[in-house]
């Protein structure tokens, strides 16, 4: 049986039309984004207590939480002489021990609600071995014997996130009350069915939509199980079956987004004629790595190809993606389109502009340049567009930061965008940015590996290549992480170092001192020039002009400047062989996947490198972070490991708009579910 195409969901209803929820409690629900049944079925627990069994209190372990249920026999509010501070304080008893509950600052409705006599559930820790216990602000549930007593002992129970005036019990009723009202309108999403919309609970049950999930529990079970489960398992499982569909409608989502593209869009012909290419390569200086060779082939096809491309290139650091693109771009000119390569910062735009111009120019490409300070091409009006050397003769290589596509200036025949070190971007940018050229062909380039959850969710619209090799040649990296006491020797290296040749980065979280633990580029530029006195030291942040910037590099790159001072501006891009040293200090500052492109300046030559991490960091944490930077060069494990140890938004550098919100999912960790949404709705599709 099927439901009629405008079949309005059950689930949609308010949530008042549970029984129990007036205008108060269905205000106090706004708060935690529950507005309909559904969204109260998908309140996800944050945590399960087992209640089949409580622990005596005299059992209760140090450190170990745990759910016990005792009889208040005495409370009360303890005023201090001085200040303003009080402590509430009642005693627990369960017959075997007493517990003591402590609030600090007491609450005025505390007396009454922890009244002598009254017995209570208590979750906590105790605090030490001290006598007499205590569990410090414990949550405690009011046990009121009623009809509904089942719902909350004697089983697993749920512990929803709450919010002031909604209790655990209340909540916990209302989900029990909507599932028993509800639970038999909870369907199956339709698989491939229906690609413009997300799979609702609000479809139709079919036989065949259940098949694929056949490992897991049915829709409606498992939204019973996640709230009430008879293990801990079960929750779990739930937990994947509910994540299953989040994943299936965001594959959907993707892949409609995908097909109406390549339906709307006709890719421009540019897969070249090596007329560039070849003499291109033979200049080049070094032969390609047979990673490059394959990523260009795979590039050729789609640009060669009925639709544009849509590639996203990883490749670690120093993995020669540059020249990926220069050949790529190669082949739009050859075929008579203008290409645009746009950077994240004004430093690399530089840098790109520079090489691609020493590499093009000699081929009679026109390389302009085009950044917020700098451009070597006036900004056209729409009238003298049409007299424009890249109108007439396409052959130009526009160079940029972001500014390429905002000033205002006409990309004329752009047959091919490249944007270089994508996760500076927001994603939603990226096809605005596009736009531009009327479907013109996109490769996306990004040295943050990114881990295969998010490849195939946050990147999914793309296609993927990867260099997964390196340039031979290369000497190797060592890192290590030290503590600020081990500095002058430290300093004493980079010395050591210098006057073999080489020279060095040294790199702080900040650029003016605002926090006396957290250092800064403008404080400890003088105490670096001090320490390495007789050797020019350049400074490099985001608050120095793009000239001077520019000028600094140059003195860098000719090494006469033997050291940089800089904030993490220098992350993306910049290539100065010569430089073999790496300290950076604060390093618990920076997240995983940033230190490793900070990393990725050093060992680009023959040279050894090394890379100095200082923390005094004295969490463990921090510590066993940076560890695993000293123990892998590969960036994906470190991409994977911060990906779970920050989250996607933070590991992709800036909010990212286009995350997917996900109330069962998790994009660090479900990596198979996320493989076998991907799968179903290609299939059902
Ligand atoms: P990334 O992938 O980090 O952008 P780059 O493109 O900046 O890396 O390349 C890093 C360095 O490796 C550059 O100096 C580049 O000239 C060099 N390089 C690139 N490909 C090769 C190769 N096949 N053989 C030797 N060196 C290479
Ligand atoms: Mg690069």
Not at 183 to 210: F, H, L, N, Y
Not at 296 to 312: N, Q, S, V, W
Not at 520 to 546: D, Y
Request: hydrophobic fraction near 40%; charge should be positive; include cysteine.
């Amino acid at each position: 049986m099927s439901a009629p195409e405008n079949h309005v969901s059950p689930l949609a209803a308010p949530v008042s039309s549970v029984w129990g929820v007036g205008e108060e409690r269905a205000r106090l629900l706004a708060r935690l984004d529950i507005f309909t049944i559904e969204d109260l079925l998908l309140h996800k627990p944050r945590r399960y207590e087992d209640r089949r069994k409580f622990l005596p209190i005299r059992d209760l372990q140090l450190k170990e939480a745990a759910t016990v249920r005792g009889q208040i026999i005495a409370a009360g509010t303890k005023h201090f002489k001085k200040g303003t501070r009080t402590m509430f304080e009642c005693v627990f008893d369960d017959g075997t021990a007493r517990l003591h509950g402590r609030w600090w600052q007491a609450q005025p409705w505390m007396p009454d609600w922890y009244a002598v006599g009254r017995e209570f559930l208590i979750y906590g820790k105790l605090d030490d071995d001290k006598k007499p216990r205590t569990f410090t602000h414990p949550e405690t549930e009011l046990v009121e014997p009623g009809d509904d007593e089942f719902i909350h002992v004697n089983r697993i129970v749920p512990v929803h996130p709450l919010t002031e005036g909604l209790t655990a019990r209340v909540l916990r009723s209302l989900v029990w009350r909507a599932l028993e009202k509800f639970e038999k309108e909870i369907a199956e999403p339709q698989v491939g069915r229906d690609t413009s919309c997300a799979p609702t609970a609000a479809t139709a049950r079919r036989a065949e939509d259940c098949a694929p999930y056949l490992n897991l529990p049915s829709r409606a079970n498992a939204v019973r199980l996640i709230h009430f489960p008879e293990e801990l398992l079960d929750a779990e499982i739930a937990r994947q079956r509910l994540a299953l569909d989040e994943f299936v409608a965001l594959q959907f989502q993707i892949q409609a987004r995908r097909k109406k593209f390549e339906a709307s869009a006709k890719g421009l012909p540019c897969g070249g004629d090596n007329r560039l290419m070849k003499p291109f390569l033979a200049a080049l200086g070094f032969k390609l790595t047979a990673a490059q060779a394959n990523v260009l082939k795979e590039i050729r096809a789609d640009m060669g190809g009925a639709h544009p491309m849509r590639r996203l290139l990883q490749g670690d650091v120093g993995s020669g993606k540059t020249a990926v693109a220069a050949c790529s771009a190669l082949m739009a000119l050859e075929s008579g389109f203008n290409g645009a390569l746009m950077a994240p910062t004004e430093i690399l735009a530089e840098q790109h502009y520079r090489n691609f111009t020493n590499w093009l120019e000699p081929l009679g490409v026109k390389v302009e340049l085009q950044t917020g300070s700098r451009k070597t091409q006036e900004v056209q009006s729409p009238k003298s567009k049409v007299q424009s050397a890249a109108q007439r003769e396409p052959s130009t290589l526009f160079i940029g930061t972001h500014a390429l596509f905002t000033a205002g200036l006409e990309l004329p025949k752009l047959g091919l965008v490249i944007i270089d070190e994508q996760h500076k971007f927001g994603v939603a940018q990226r096809e605005t940015l596009v736009r531009k050229g009327h479907y013109p062909h996109l490769l996306v380039m990004t040295a943050t590996p990114i881990p295969r959850t998010l490849g195939l969710t946050l990147y999914g619209d793309l296609d993927v290549s990867v260099i997964d090799e390196m340039p031979g040649g290369r000497g190797a990296i060592k890192t290590f992480v030290r503590t600020t006491e081990k500095l002058p020797k430290v300093f004493e290296f980079i010395r050591e170092k210098i006057a073999g040749g080489r020279q060095a980065y040294i790199v702080y979280p900040r650029v003016e001192v605002a926090d006396k633990d957290i250092k800064a580029v403008t404080k400890e530029f003088e105490n670096v020039q001090r320490a390495l006195t007789g050797c020019k030291v350049g400074l490099l942040h985001g608050r120095i002009k793009p000239a001077d910037k520019e000028k600094t590099m140059a003195e860098f790159r000719a090494n006469k400047i033997k050291a940089l001072v800089a904030t993490s501006l220098i992350e993306v891009g910049v290539d100065v062989p010569n430089a073999t040293v790496m300290l950076i200090e604060n390093a618990e500052h920076f997240g995983l996947a940033q230190l490793h492109q900070l990393r990725g300046r050093i060992g680009r030559g023959a040279h050894k490198s090394f890379c100095i991490l200082i923390s005094d960091a004295p969490h463990e944490d921090a510590q066993s972070r940076l560890k695993i930077l000293a123990e892998t060069n590969d960036g994906f494990k470190i991409a994977e490991a911060d990906l779970k140890l920050r989250g996607p938004g933070e590991l992709l550098g800036q909010q990212q708009s286009g995350l997917p919100n996900l109330r069962f999912g998790n994009l660090a960790e479900d990596l198979n579910l996320i493989r076998q949404a991907r799968e179903l709705v290609a299939r059902g599709g």
